[in-house]
């Protein structure tokens, strides 16, 4: 089942409020992380955490809960909700403010912590993805709760009858709406380089290292929006959808339209990486 813990207290997720004031409300003045749960436990907590870590330092919100503290917390989430495959969602926001004002003072975070349990896709359905401008702000390396941009992109996708967008910015491709991109070209995997216009993706991470470990050839660079649309393979990357095969971009089937030889590859490693870690 659902559950939620706010500010110190843990409550059906239906019934949890936060202020009207509250700055991630009025402003989307704050950071989020989604932490997958596998077999009752957290996946690659340590890596979650740290880039909570970092989000909120970039946006000189105070770290409001002790590393030991996050994790105590996970865990009882996990036993509260009684999910073994579920998802943490954990917001952070710069909390309850006196009044609406673009200026800042000190107030207490406002912390909540979700789990829901996990709704896995079928992969049998392979993505049709649309190229969009990236008319996002210059630093998507903060997971910031403000998705305004981010869910537009996805929802003009969806009205054009596709099931998502990949955004490029210059004739670069960056990310997708909720996902990083790798493609496969010559059997490269090539994704972009993780600057300040992207999420530094976890999962992006894991995949990375798994190439790394296995020998298979990798190269992090720009890949141009013509690149993408002569990859022999694309596959999009996030904790909740792990890897994932895209077989058309712009409604041209990218390689033969099947799921390439490398992702089956990646994707095999990627699930006894899952195994191995619990
Ligand atoms: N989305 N890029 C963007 C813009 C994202 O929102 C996400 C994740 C990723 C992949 O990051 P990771 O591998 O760490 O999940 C890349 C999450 C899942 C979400 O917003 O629900």
Sequence with gaps: MSIAYLNGSWQPLEEARVSVLDRGFMFGD???????VYQGKPFAEDE????????LKELHIMMPRSEDDWQELFREAIDRGDEDEAILYVQVTRGVAESRSHIYEDSEPTVLITLSPRVTPGLDHKLSVVTKEDF?????????????????????????????????RDGKVTEASSSNVFIVKDSVIVTPIADNHLLHGITRAQVI??????????????????????????????????????????????????????????????????????
């Design 48 to 55: 979650h955490l740290a880039r909570l870590a970092t989000s």
């Design 136 to 168: 996002r702000w210059a630093r998507g390396h903060i997971k910031v709760i403000s998705l305004a941009a981010n869910s537009l992109a996805k929802n003009e996708a969806i009205a054009e009858g596709y099931d998502d967008a990949i955004l490029v």
């Design 209 to 278: 290292a798994l190439a790394k470990q296995h020998d298979l050839p990798f190269e992090e660079r720009d890949i141009s929006e013509d690149e993408l649309l002569a990859a022999d393979e694309v596959w999009v990357t996030a904790t909740s959808i792990e890897v994932w095969p895209v077989h058309k971009v712009n409604n041209q089937w990218i390689g033969n339209g099947e799921v390439g030889l490398v992702y089956q590859k990646v994707y095999n490693l990627f699930q006894e990486l899952k195994c191995q870690s619990n």
């Design 30 to 36: 704050g950071v989020y992380e989604v932490i997958p």
